[in-house]
């Protein structure tokens, strides 16, 4: 005997019994899908050779749970608040996009999880077409569909939002009742609910349409489009409204932030995101005279190039050189925890004698001096003893005085003095190269002026061949297979202290600009700068300083290479660090919350293609592995190295500096 019920997924429910016969009944299962019905399927096949499946046709609202009792968490939201996200308070919220298809709110909604996420607070952003592909599919735009789409993500807002999360719902929602009915739900639930209106006119919508949905409303294949022929109703009296079609995303997204910590729930000091400490401009005379009049120390170069990376807030949230407490977490935890976890993974200190320290004891400010001429003023300052080689051996794990830095580390002064900096000026080498070293702040200007939607970084202290061109070139290939639609390179060679044997940085500079100017990288959507830390040589430990400084300056995705910062053991000659735990280390430091970390790829010279390739150890004999030693051969031999290796004019400028060398000696 044949089902006698006509069946619909869209109104799915739990059933006592079916009209068939009994043993057609008798191999039915209930199976409790996601929303909460109930699906009858046949065990096994009907001994007619028919299997069946019977589903009974009923209104969801017609059915509701009864009996049962809300349980109470043992863990209390403040408790929770302590543990979730990298800063202590709970925060739990739900930021309620609304506007018309094509407003902005998605762009607003992942920029602003970006955002805070970077910052250390935790959240989560539900899309309205995101829901639709799982919790929601089974969903269609009816009036009472939507709401029902509407009510169960009000629901799974308040769980994140209970949970101690930033929840934003980017959603059209056009009625008002199923917004309000939103906001009642976390009312009751004692939870924060911020409706903010993303007001864009129909026109601007219109003319946003990457998904050809109000072209398809206007022909009338898609009926009940809202903003078409159905309404949208606007909120009254939301707590924000952003316009989009005069208001940048950045400034939107500010906008919101100040909302969020009118309301405590983001932290006022958390978003200052570079903090410089040069003396403000009406200071100045002021300053720079009290400086004259202070006890002063003479500082070296390589302190000097630590001012300023400091200055320009490189150092973030750094006030100036570390004081004992900086120091201890940073040697001991690679981490400040003052406001939350933050990385730093190298101290930067400043070491003095024995004898400035005893002069400079009980002074309450003290100027730094570089070739006689004051440049800072120290306030407040603190001093403890420098502990050298516990020093080495906590950041580079060895103490052999040949390594360069560790070299530098044992014959500076045995006392440090941490405080806090006012720099008079910005620090200025004078070298032609000046206009390349740019601060966080400029380079957060460029990227905007880009219109930049990622920027992805590469750190570099070497010549650049095409394999490093390759990596860069794949970074980009698939940010926009994500979705990114104007990824911006960071090329941002290293511009401190490096050792005798490096390349120096105006010959590094040529050649980058020569590998520009033959388009191996493309000078549209490349940024060039120099990066003005010292280099420290401490492999993985310093990697993360390399990548946190970059995070700082506006960065979210950073390519890291085989050996980060690493260099042979002075006296063993084999590599002072493992070649790949630079990119592990990386990969799970604490504090990186804003930057995405690009894994290395091994590069080699495909001699079928002639060219630089992605190695394949299937294909081993096809692949020249050309070494810097054997670069640097071919450079001071005048020779060529193999086609497609590095941009020809990029060579030249390499094999004049070493046949320079090769002159001098």
């Known amino acids: 005997m044949r089902l006698q019920r006509l069946l619909s997924f869209n109104s799915l429910k739990r059933i006592s019994s079916i009209q068939a016969n009994d043993s057609f009944a008798a191999s039915f299962s209930p199976v409790l899908v996601m929303d909460g019905r ?92 995101n ?41 059209i929602s056009p009625f008002a009742k199923d917004r309000q009915n939103a906001r009642k739900i976390h009312e009751a639930a004692g939870l924060p609910f911020f409706e903010i209106f993303v007001d864009a006119p129909l026109n601007i919508c219109e003319s946003r349409d990457v998904k050809g949905l109000y072209k398809k409303a206007r022909a009338g294949e898609i009926k009940g489009f809202t903003g078409i022929d159905s309404d949208y109703e606007k909120p009254e009296s939301p707590e924000l409204v952003l316009k989009t079609n005069v208001a940048s995303v950045s400034e939107c997204i500010q906008q919101v932030v100040e909302l969020l910590q009118t309301q405590n729930i983001v932290p006022h000091g958390s978003i200052k995101d570079v903090l ?77 004698s024995t004898e400035d320290k005893e002069r400079l004891q009980g002074c309450e400010a003290l100027a730094l001096s570089f070739a006689g001429r004051r440049v800072a003023v120290l306030k407040n300052p603190e001093y403890f003893e420098h502990r050298k080689e ?3 051996a906590r950041v580079w794990g060895t103490t052999c005085a040949k390594h360069p830095h560790v070299k530098m580390v044992m014959e500076s002064g045995d006392w440090l003095v941490g405080g806090d900096l006012l720099v008079l000026e910005k620090i200025k080498w004078n070298d032609g190269l000046d206009q390349y070293r740019l601060t966080p702040l400029e380079l957060k200007q460029k990227f905007r002026e880009m219109n930049a939607d990622a920027v992805f970084a590469f750190q570099l202290r070497n010549p650049v061949h095409n394999g490093h061109a390759l990596l860069m070139q794949d ?19 290293l511009g401190g202290w490096t050792k005798d044997d490096d390349v120096p940085l105006e010959w590094r500079m040529k050649q980058h600009a020569a590998v ?18 010292p280099m420290l040589y401490a492999g993985p430990t310093e990697v993360q300083w390399h990548c946190r ?77 050309i070494s810097g030693t054997r670069m640097r051969k071919l450079a001071r031999e005048g020779e060529n190295p193999p086609d497609g290796f590095m941009a020809p004019k990029a060579w030249k400028v390499l094999t004049e500096y070493y046949q320079s060398l090769e002159k001098k000696n």
């Open 38 to 129: 109930f699906i009858f399927l046949m065990a096994s096949a009907h001994p007619f050779g028919r299997a069946a499946m019977g589903i009974a046709l009923a209104e969801e609202n017609d059915f509701e749970s009864t009996n049962v009792v809300y349980q109470a968490h043992h863990v209390s939201r403040s408790k929770r608040g302590q543990v979730v996200g990298t800063r202590g308070g709970f925060r739990g919220c739900t930021v309620w996009l609304t506007g018309l298809s094509g407003a902005g709110k998605t762009t607003i909604g992942f920029a602003l999880e970006e955002f805070l996420v970077s910052h250390g607070i935790p959240c989560y952003s539900l899309d309205g077409d």
């Open 516 to 533: 520009l100017e033959e388009h191996v990288l493309d000078p549209k959507l490349t940024i060039v700068a120099i990066f003005p830390s």
């Open 549 to 625: 400084a970059r995070m700082i300056a506006g960065a979210n995705f950073y390519i890291v290479g085989r050996d980060p910062a690493g260099m042979p053991h002075p006296e063993t000659k084999k590599d002072l660090y493992e070649p790949t735990q630079g990119g592990k280390v990386l990969s799970m430091a604490p504090g990186l919350t804003s930057v995405e970390i690009i894994p290395f790829r091994v590069a080699a010279y495909n001699k079928l293609k002639k060219a630089m390739d992605f190695y394949d150890p299937k294909r081993h004999d096809d692949f020249d592995f």
């Open 131 to 171: 829901v639709r592909h799982g919790l929601n599919k089974n969903l269609g735009f009816s009036a009472g569909d939507r709401e029902e789409n509407i009510r169960r993500v009000a629901e799974v807002a308040r769980l994140f939002a209970d949970a101690g999360l930033v929840c934003i719902t980017s959603f």
């Open 390 to 392: 516990e020093r080495c």
């Open 475 to 493: 970074t980009r290939r698939q940010l926009l297979e994500r979705g990114y639609k104007n990824p911006v390179l960071l090329l941002h060679p």
């Open 276 to 352: 410089e400490l040069f003396v403000p401009e009406n200071n100045l005379s002021s300053v720079r005279a009290k400086a004259e009049m202070l006890p002063a120390v003479e500082i070296t170069k390589l302190d000097l190039q630590w001012v300023q990376v400091l200055s320009e807030g490189w150092a973030t949230p750094l006030t100036g050189f570390m004081r004992e407490a900086e120091y201890l977490q940073v040697i001991h935890f690679g981490t400040l925890l003052n406001d939350g976890i933050v990385n730093l993974s190298i101290p930067i200190v400043l070491p003095i």
